[in-house]
């Protein structure tokens, strides 16, 4: 089974090596496509020859726009997108391959992952729930992190589910609520296969994502919206319902920016749920 994964990148050298590097080691089949919008911090001094990558400099219209490109070159039978200041731990892709082999009717999967800061040190667990349609709209969270989602290019393909390029910042929630309503069929994988970086820069703290967010709430119903403390009551349950909030202490291993050639091993003393900091809106 090979993996296509999609970088998408722009003056984001020193996360894009560490990122790289986490895919370049997971022992699977895979093409990893670093779509990079011509960037001029010298991250193209060294990324042109990088021989674990395919490098693919030219302009696009965003992220979004970036995503797309790379998987319309995808080779292989998984596709995922993987950001710069993310990425995939030790075995992380060889469980979803194996995941994936055993459940044939399944198009999409959601892993779990863990969220760490710039100097890669524990911040939260984010295990993953199949999503539901007005959650993902109206309460500015996701039951999933994209860094951990995984989808079958034959479904990719057939069903045209490339994201909307409009979306600057939110176009992953969007992207949720049209699988949802494909029909597609998803599960969640129990393991952590991925780390998410809040450096405090990510694209969803920008001014025009909180405006991005407002437009999605105000495209639901208005009962929806209404209800959006109720929505989000109800998704609590559910990660209760499904043991999300009881973690054990636990591993990690990592590339950070003083380790960008080997991984560091990191403790989980005290496993939490809550993303405490500048992004806890969305824990």
């Known amino acids: 089974m090979r993996f296509s994964i999609i970088t998408p990148s722009f003056r984001s050298g020193r996360w894009l090596r560490l990122c790289i590097a986490s895919v370049a080691d997971q022992g699977v089949d895979l093409e990893h496509i670093v779509q990079d919008a011509v960037s001029d911090d010298g991250t193209l001094d060294w990324l042109r020859e990088d021989r674990r990558v395919v490098a693919v400099v030219e302009k696009d219209e965003g992220m979004y726009d970036a995503v797309n490109r790379g998987w319309r070159r995808a080779t292989g039978e998984i596709c995922a997108y993987l950001n710069c200041d993310e990425q995939y731990l030790p075995g992380g892709l060889r469980a979803v391959a194996e995941f994936f082999t055993a459940h044939a009717e399944v198009d999409v999967v959601f892993a779990d992952a863990i969220v ?38 034959r479904a990719l393909e057939r069903e045209g589910l490339y994201f909307d390029p409009r979306w600057r910042a ?32 990510n694209l969803s703290l920008k001014p025009s994502a909180l405006r991005e967010r407002l437009e999605m709430i105000h495209s639901a119903p208005w009962w929806a919206q209404r209800l959006h403390s109720v929505i989000r009551l109800k998704y609590r349950l559910r990660k209760l319902a499904h043991g999300l909030y009881a973690q054990k202490p636990g591993l990690y291993a990592i590339y950070t920016p003083s380790s960008p050639g080997a991984r560091v091993e990191f403790k989980i003393e005290r496993p939490t749920a809550r993303w405490t900091g500048r992004m806890a809106t969305r824990a």
């Open 116 to 153: 760490v800061d710039s100097d890669g040190r524990y911040i939260c667990h984010r295990p993953a729930l199949v999503p539901t349609r007005y959650h993902s709209m109206v309460t500015q969270n996701l039951a999933i992190l994209t860094c951990a989602t995984f989808i079958r290019r």
């Open 170 to 201: 939110v176009g992953d929630a969007a992207w949720v609520v049209r699988l949802l309503d494909r029909k597609i069929a998803m599960a969640t994988l129990r393991q952590f296969v991925s780390v998410f970086t809040d450096t405090g820069e």
